[in-house]
């Protein structure tokens, strides 16, 4: 059984509220080394743990959010088709 979060407030009410999120340059170097884990055959899945695993709720906040404006696909859809539901 899988659970899922339901987002109450669509993308364009946070950023009225919040603003986009402003971001450290780690967080460009942990989108890269996400999709480089990611793409071609086969996923390493230690480098995703490794990437993901340390990192709090902000910093995978920041993560999912750079992602999706980088390569325009949602990081939970992707770690879903990569890890099996594993990860997410």
Request: proline share 3%; no cysteine; hydrophobic share 25%.
């Amino acid at each position: 059984m899988s659970i899922q979060s339901i987002n109450l407030y669509p993308d364009s009410v946070h950023k009225s509220v919040l603003g986009d999120p402003e971001y450290y340059p780690e967080i460009d170097t942990y989108v890269e080394t996400i999709r480089n884990a990611t793409k071609g055959f086969g996923t390493d899945e230690d480098a995703l743990i490794q990437t993901l695993g340390s990192k709090d709720i902000h910093e995978r906040y920041l993560i999912a959010y750079r992602y999706k404006e980088t390569y325009n696909q949602d990081l939970k859809d992707l770690m879903n088709k990569e890890t099996s539901g594993n990860f997410g």
